[in-house]
C-alpha cells in the first residue's frame, strides 16, 4: 500500500507544483532518450526511402538487360495495301518478297435454307420453339422426343472414379438415348456407355447406370469440373400447394402426368380430351382431383385445395437434340446440344456460341437464316492441312432431326480455305491471313495475280526505338543520382532536436513543422554506403567494357555520346548527345547492345547494367543491414537494435523516475507531518498558559 500524499496543508507550500518542477530536471536526460531513439526512426525511414529507390532502378536495369531492349524492329512494305508486317526482337534483319497470292485463308462456312414459312410471317427468335414450330418450314414434320433435359455440375476430388447420379426418387436416366448426352471434364468431352457388368473403360469414356452415377476409368484430377447434360425417362417433383390454389403450371407439351396426394394416385383418364383440350386426373376409384391441359401443361385442382397439401408430380415433357462437328486444327470437335421446347431460337444460338466446338451460329431475320461459321480461318480435312485443295468432308457438320428439319441447316457445304502465295522463290500456304515466321508476323489483305507486282518487305532495326529506350534509362539514372545526392548533402542542424511533450505545447502546428523539417534534415549528410553506391554506379559507367563483342571503338559510353554533366555539382549525371548515340545504333547495334547488356566472367568484361546491377545489390543489402525493411523484426538490422537498446534504457529511467517521485513526495510528507506535530504542541502550550 502507497504512502498516504499531503500535499501542504500543514506548510501552505504547493507541494505538487514543488514535486513536478524537480521531476522536470530529473526528466531531462529522459527526453534526451526518447530524442534519440525519435533520430534513430527518422534515420531508418530515410535509408528504407533510399532502399526503394534503387530498387526501382534495378528493376529498371532488370529491364535493361533484356535484348528487346536492344533489337526493336521495324518493318517496310512496298504495298501495306496488300501485306503488311511486325517484327518481334526476336527477327533478323532480313528482306521478304511475296507475290502470286491465289487464295486468301476463309473460315467454313455453312448457311441454313429459309426457316420461316411465310417471309410476310416470320419466326420470333425470342419465343419458345414450340411456339412457333407452325411458322417453320419444316415444323410439320418435326417431332418431339418424350424425355426430360437434366444437367448437373460436381468437382473431383482426386481420389474417387465413381460419382453419384443425385436424382429425385424414382427418376431414371433414359439409357436409350445415351448418344445424346454429354459428360465433359474441364470443358474436354467424354464418350458415354452404359454401365453394364463386364464393361471396361477407355481413358475417354465414362460409364452411366439409370440412376446416374458416373464411373470413370480412373480418379480425376482434384478440383476437376464434370458437367454432366442428360435425359430422363419423366420428370419427378415434389411440390407444395397452399390452401386455396386452383392452378398450376406444369410446362408444355407433356404427357404420362401422374399426381400423388394423401397416398391416393391420380393419372390421365383415357378418354378424349374436353374442348378445351383438357384430359381428367382420376384414381382408380373413379374421383378426380381435377384436370389437365397436356398441350399447355395447365393443371387445375376442381374443386380448389382446401388445406395446404405436398402432392408429388410424374409427367414426361418433350426434347430435342442435335450434335455439331467441326474440323480444326486441334483435330475433329464435337458437340451434343440438348433443347426443350421452351428454349428460343436466340437460346440455341446462344448454347452453340458458348459451348467449344469451335463454331459460332448467328440467325438474320431479314435472310430468315441461320449461319454457322468456324472461329478459326483454313482447310482442314479432319484436324489436318490439307495444302489449299478441297477438303473430302464438309468442315461443319449438323446432324440430328432438330438441325436438319427444324434449323433447315442440311444444304451447303462447309469449306474452308488456306491463304496461297509464294514467298521468296518458295510455294506455301498458311491456315491464317495473319502468320509468323523468323519472328516476323505477316498479314496477307488481298490476293494478287503472278502478273502483278511483287510485294517487297524490309526488316530493320528501329534506332529510334532503341535511341528512346537508352534515354530513358539514362533519364532513370539521373532522376536516383538526383535524388541520393540532395539527401547526402542535406544541411545538418545542430541545435535542432526532435522536439519534446513540453516544447510541443508551446508551438503553433506550423511552427512545429518547420522545427521538424529541420531536426530530420541532414540525418543521411556524407552517409558512406550511398556515397559509396554513387561512386561504384559512375566507377561502373566509366571503366571500358573489355569484350571481343563490343566494337575496342565504342568500349565506352563516351564513345556512344553519353558523358557526365560539365557541372561537378551534379554528382556525375549523365547527359546524351543524340546525334552520336543514334549514329552508334545504326552503325554497330551489337557493340551498343553488348556495352549494355554484355555477359562475361570478370567485372571488366560485364556490360555497364550487370555492373550496375551488382552495384545497387550491394547497396540494398547493406542498406538492409543498416535499416532493414517493412519484414525485418528489430533484431535482424543495426538501427532495430539500437532502437531496443533505447528502449531497454528509457523504461529502465522511467522505472526510476517513478522511484524518485516516490522519494520526494517521502520526504516532503514526512515535512507536513513533522510541521503538523510542532504545530499541534504549539497549540497546547498556548492552551496551557493562557490557564
Known amino acids: 500500500m502507497s504512502n498516504m500524499r499531503i500535499g501542504g496543508l500543514a506548510s501552505g507550500m504547493d507541494i505538487d507544483q514543488i514535486v513536478g518542477d524537480l521531476m522536470k530536471a530529473e526528466r531531462m536526460p529522459l527526453d534526451k532518450l526518447k530524442q534519440q531513439k525519435q533520430v534513430l526512426e527518422w534515420q531508418r525511414d530515410d535509408y528504407r526511402s533510399m532502399n526503394s529507390l534503387l530498387l526501382g532502378f534495378r528493376t529498371e536495369l532488370t529491364n535493361m538487360k533484356l535484348t528487346t531492349q536492344y533489337r526493336a524492329r521495324s518493318v517496310t512494305s512496298t504495298n501495306s495495301n496488300m501485306i503488311s508486317a511486325t517484327a518481334s526482337s526476336a527477327a533478323s534483319q532480313a528482306s521478304y518478297t511475296i507475290k502470286s497470292v491465289t487464295s486468301m485463308a476463309s473460315a467454313a462456312t455453312k448457311v441454313s435454307s429459309g426457316i420461316s414459312t411465310d417471309a410476310l410471317n416470320k419466326v420470333d427468335a425470342s419465343k419458345s420453339l414450340y411456339s412457333q414450330q407452325s411458322k417453320m418450314s419444316g415444323g410439320s414434320e418435326f417431332q418431339w422426343t418424350d424425355g426430360a433435359i437434366g444437367s448437373r455440375t460436381v468437382k473431383a476430388d482426386g481420389v474417387l472414379s465413381q460419382f453419384p447420379g443425385n436424382l429425385n426418387d424414382g427418376e431414371k436416366i433414359k439409357l436409350s438415348s445415351l448418344s445424346e448426352m454429354s459428360v465433359k471434364v474441364n470443358g474436354k468431352n467424354y464418350t458415354l456407355v452404359e454401365d453394364v457388368a463386364g464393361v471396361v473403360l477407355e481413358a475417354n469414356q465414362v460409364a452411366v447406370d439409370e440412376n446416374g452415377q458416373l464411373r470413370f476409368s480412373g480418379p480425376l484430377a482434384k478440383d476437376s469440373t464434370i458437367k454432366f447434360d442428360y435425359i430422363l425417362n419423366e420428370k419427378i417433383e415434389t411440390k407444395k400447394f397452399s390452401s386455396g390454389t386452383s392452378a398450376w403450371e406444369i410446362g408444355s407439351p407433356i404427357s404420362n402426368v401422374t399426381l400423388e396426394v394423401d397416398g391416393i394416385t391420380y393419372k390421365l383418364s383415357p378418354d378424349q380430351p374436353d374442348s378445351a383440350g383438357f384430359k381428367a386426373l382420376v384414381a382408380d376409384d373413379g374421383s378426380s382431383i381435377g384436370r389437365v391441359n397436356l398441350e399447355t401443361g395447365k393443371t387445375e385442382f376442381v374443386p380448389a385445395l382446401a388445406t395446404e ?324 523484426t528489430t533484431k535482424q538490422f543495426l538501427l532495430g537494435r539500437q532502437l531496443d537498446n533505447v528502449d531497454r534504457q528509457i523504461d529502465r529511467f522511467e522505472d526510476r523516475m517513478i522511484k524518485v517521485e516516490d522519494r520526494y513526495w517521502r520526504q516532503f510528507t514526512a515535512m507536513e507531518k513533522a510541521i503538523q506535530r510542532s504545530n499541534s504542541q504549539s497549540m497546547y502550550l498556548m492552551q496551557q498558559f493562557s490557564m
Do not use: C
Not at 468456324?374 to 484436324?383: A, I, M, V
Not at 492441312?385 to 473430302?392: D, F
Not at 561502373?540 to 568500349?555: E, G, I, T, W
Not at 545489390?617 to 517493412?630: C, H, V
Open 309 to 632: 397439401k405436398e402432392i408429388k408430380v410424374t409427367y414426361t415433357p418433350k426434347y430435342a437434340s442435335f450434335s455439331l462437328t467441326s474440323e480444326t486444327s486441334k483435330g475433329r470437335l464435337s458437340e451434343n446440344f440438348l433443347i426443350s421446347t421452351t428454349d428460343s431460337l436466340n437460346q440455341v444460338v446462344n448454347k452453340v456460341n458458348s459451348s467449344n466446338v469451335g463454331v459460332t451460329m448467328f440467325y438474320d431475320q431479314y435472310a430468315d437464316k441461320l449461319s454457322l461459321t468456324r472461329t478459326e480461318t483454313g482447310d482442314f480435312n479432319d484436324g489436318r492441312l490439307s495444302g489449299g485443295g478441297v477438303p473430302a468432308v464438309n468442315q461443319i457438320k449438323a446432324t440430328g432431326l432438330f438441325a436438319t428439319e427444324l434449323l433447315q441447316l442440311s444444304a451447303g457445304d462447309s469449306n474452308g480455305t488456306n491463304a496461297v502465295f509464294e514467298i521468296n522463290g518458295m510455294q506455301t500456304s498458311r491456315s491464317s491471313n495473319t502468320f509468323e515466321m523468323n519472328g516476323v508476323t505477316f498479314t496477307l489483305r488481298n490476293k494478287f495475280a503472278d502478273t502483278d507486282p511483287a510485294v517487297s518487305l524490309s526488316v530493320n532495326n528501329d534506332s529510334n526505338k532503341v535511341f528512346d529506350n537508352i534515354k530513358a534509362f539514362v533519364d532513370k539514372y539521373n532522376e536516383l543520382i538526383d535524388k541520393i545526392q540532395k539527401k547526402t548533402s542535406e544541411e545538418y542542424y545542430r541545435s535542432y532536436k526532435p522536439l519534446t511533450d513540453e516544447q510541443r505545447e508551446s508551438l503553433s502546428d506550423k511552427q512545429q513543422e518547420q522545427w521538424e523539417e529541420k531536426a530530420k534534415s541532414g540525418l543521411l549528410k556524407r552517409d558512406p554506403i550511398l556515397t559509396g553506391v554513387l561512386n561504384g554506379m559512375r566507377s561502373n559507367f566509366y571503366a571500358p567494357v573489355k569484350s571481343a563483342a563490343v566494337n575496342p571503338l565504342m568500349n565506352q559510353l563516351a564513345s556512344i555520346g553519353i558523358k557526365t554533366t560539365a557541372n561537378y555539382m551534379q554528382g556525375g549525371k549523365l547527359e546524351i548527345n543524340e546525334a552520336e548515340l543514334k549514329k552508334a545504333i545504326e552503325n554497330d547495334p551489337a557493340s551498343v547492345e553488348n556495352l549494355f547488356r554484355g555477359t562475361g566472367t570478370t567485372s571488366d568484361e560485364q556490360g555497364i547494367v550487370h555492373r550496375l546491377y551488382d552495384t545497387v545489390n550491394g547497396a540494398m543489402d547493406k542498406l538492409k543491414e543498416r535499416a532493414g525493411n517493412s519484414f525485418s
